[in-house]
């Protein structure tokens, strides 16, 4: 019944060769989800449970890739015992049928049962609850709060800084936290990504953030110089995530 966090992928903005792109199993009150399918975190989750036992899939943003689950649910074996709840921002199915190159997404319902995802959405799985919250990026994209058992983790999907995040992190025994880039270029306006600092910062200004896990880190950084100019910002408890890991939330 414990929440627990399983890193499948960090990596930014492509895979590295034993580094998958941003995804995540979360585990608790009964539940498991795979969130953010990023490029390779299938072939990891396999590692760490048997995909046909989620209970649904979290996509924060459409920079996901469930190309590969769909082969190994529909193809590979992988049988489901009902088409698994995919919460993501809307048209998430019309883009995986773009892929396929099929103009309607129907075909996909014998594996996917897409649902949108909208500001506040919640829903629950078991004793497992989740909650969306509406970030700033360059296209539709969603932070997660998932409970179960009394215990928080917040997840800051791809954003950069926003009163909604601070929100989101609220009280989080774990902040999971993007730190894509080293620096924001010169007259940029609108981030769309963080700097280390500004997650320190962004758990620091939340307020009762227990731990901050630095995740996502882009080609411009260390992740070992990301997690400690975090940590300078935050002044609290704060670790790297590292693919393969399972962390008690």
């Given at each position: 019944?414990?929440?627990?966090?399983?890193?499948?992928?960090?990596a930014s903005?492509?895979?590295?060769?034993?580094?998958?792109?941003?995804?995540?199993?979360?585990?608790?009150?009964?539940?498991?989800?795979?969130?953010?399918?990023?490029?390779?975190?299938?072939?990891?989750?396999?590692?760490?449970?048997?995909?046909?036992?989620?209970?649904?899939?979290?996509?924060?943003?459409?920079?996901?890739?469930?190309?590969?689950?769909?082969?190994?649910?529909?193809?590979?074996?992988?049988?489901?015992?009902?088409?698994?709840?995919?919460?993501?921002?809307?048209?998430?199915a019309?883009?995986?049928?773009?892929f396929?190159?099929?103009?309607?997404?129907?075909?996909?319902?014998?594996?996917?049962?897409?649902?949108?995802?909208?500001?506040?959405?919640t829903?629950?799985h078991?004793?497992?609850?989740?909650?969306?919250?509406?970030?700033?990026?360059?296209v539709?994209?969603?932070?997660?709060?998932?409970?179960?058992?009394?215990?928080?983790?917040?997840?800051?999907?791809?954003?950069?800084?926003?009163?909604?995040?601070?929100?989101?992190?609220?009280?989080?025994?774990?902040?999971?936290?993007?730190?894509?880039?080293?620096?924001?270029?010169?007259?940029?306006?609108?981030?769309?990504?963080?700097?280390?600092?500004?997650?320190?910062?962004?758990?620091?200004?939340?307020?009762?953030?227990?731990?901050?896990?630095?995740?996502?880190v882009?080609p411009?950084?260390?992740?070992?110089?990301?997690?400690?100019?975090?940590?300078?910002?935050?002044?609290?408890?704060?670790?790297?995530?590292?693919?393969?890991?399972s962390?008690?939330?």
């Amino acid at each position: 019944m414990s929440l627990r966090l399983t890193v499948l992928g960090t990596a930014s903005p492509h895979p590295g060769p034993d580094t998958p792109c941003s995804g995540y199993l979360v585990r608790g009150g009964g539940a498991e989800v795979w969130v953010d399918a990023g490029f390779g975190s299938f072939a990891e989750l396999r590692r760490h449970t048997d995909p046909a036992r989620l209970n649904a899939i979290w996509i924060s943003h459409l920079h996901a890739d469930l190309t590969a689950a769909f082969y190994g649910f529909a193809y590979g074996g992988l049988t489901l015992p009902a088409p698994i709840p995919v919460y993501a921002p809307r048209d998430c199915a019309s883009r995986l049928a773009g892929f396929f190159g099929r103009p309607d997404a129907g075909f996909l319902s014998g594996v996917f049962e897409f649902r949108a995802l909208h500001h506040g959405h919640t829903v629950q799985h078991r004793d497992l609850t989740l909650t969306a919250s509406a970030v700033e990026h360059d296209v539709e994209a969603y932070g997660l709060r998932a409970e179960a058992g009394g215990r928080v983790l917040a997840y800051s999907g791809d954003t950069g800084p926003c009163d909604a995040l601070l929100h989101l992190a609220s009280g989080a025994d774990l902040f999971l936290c993007e730190a894509d880039v080293d620096e924001h270029c010169k007259g940029e306006i609108d981030p769309v990504h963080l700097t280390p600092g500004e997650a320190g910062t962004g758990a620091r200004m939340a307020g009762g953030v227990g731990k901050l896990m630095i995740t996502h880190v882009g080609p411009t950084l260390t992740v070992e110089d990301a997690a400690t100019r975090a940590a300078s910002a935050f002044g609290g408890p704060t670790i790297a995530a590292r693919v393969g890991e399972s962390y008690a939330v």
